[in-house]
T-cell receptor, first 113, second 114 residues
Framework: DAGVIQSPRHEVTEMGQEVTLRCKPI?????LFWYRQTMMRGLELLIY????????DSGMPEDRFSAKMPNASFSTLKIQPSEPRDSAVYFC???????????FGSGTRLTVV | DQQVKQNSPSLSVQEGRISILNCDYT??????FLWYKKYPAEGPTFLIS?????DKNEDGRFTVFLNKSAKHLSLHIVPSQPGDSAVYFC?????????????FGTGTRLKVLA
């Protein structure tokens, strides 16, 4: 089991550009979560999916952020246009049950200059 | 509004002694609590959890205690080892505002001194 796979590991982009982060969850996990980690706010839940359906996106900061899960093995988080304040580490996690400890990917460190 | 709070940003403990990490929450609808450990440049790793119907859960050197009346939980690590040095996050989940919420605290950095 390769675990939760995120790509890219690092992304540096210019303000105004579109950024797409990718996640492959663990096979058989019905829940997928996107988190953002910053020094000021810690780990914030952005959105989570159950069986590919978005359940709670109240943590998505603005309309510039969007997430999709077209199938059980792939999800994307897109920021368009990106801004310097979006710089953070973005984590994807997956789990079998909403209350079971879930598995995080290694994260994507995004820097917007 | 920080619904899950870890008021100690850092903690240093001597190897072999007990480490106690604390977490407070405000929402009485939370019914499941988890602790994660995070090393630099890695994603958090699930450590231990507890349901609100219990007040204690133990797994090897790790024990989580839940005091529902005080809305407080703690993670005890005994004996502490240098490899336990990491950032520890507590998390809470429950049905609130029409959906299940998963809220993390801001983390406590534990340093175990050899």
């Amino acid at each position: 089991d390769a675990g939760v796979i995120q790509s890219p590991r690092h992304e540096v982009t210019e303000m105004g550009q579109e950024v797409t982060l990718r996640c492959k969850p663990i096979s058989g996990h019905d829940y997928l979560f996107w988190y953002r980690q910053t020094m000021m706010r810690g780990l914030e839940l952005l959105i989570y999916f159950n069986n590919n359906v978005p359940i709670d996106d109240s943590g998505m900061p603005e309309d510039r952020f969007s997430a999709k899960m077209p199938n059980a093995s792939f999800s994307t988080l897109k920021i368009q246009p990106s801004e310097p304040r979006d710089s953070a580490v973005y984590f994807c996690a997956s789990g079998k049950d909403r209350n079971y400890g879930y598995t995080f990917g290694s994260g994507t460190r995004l820097t917007v200059v | 509004d920080q619904q899950v709070k870890q008021n100690s940003p850092s903690l240093s403990v001597q190897e072999g002694r007990i480490s106690i990490l604390n977490c407070d929450y405000t929402n009485s609808m939370f019914d499941y609590f988890l602790w994660y450990k995070k090393y630099p440049a890695e994603g958090p790793t699930f450590l231990i959890s507890i349901s609100s119907i219990k007040d204690k859960n133990e797994d090897g050197r790790f024990t989580v205690f839940l005091n529902k009346s005080a809305k407080h939980l703690s993670l005890h690590i005994v004996p502490s080892q240098p490899g336990d040095s990491a950032v520890y996050f507590c998390a809470a989940s429950g049905f609130t505002s029409g959906t299940y919420k998963y809220i993390f605290g801001t983390g406590t950095r534990l340093k175990v001194l050899a």
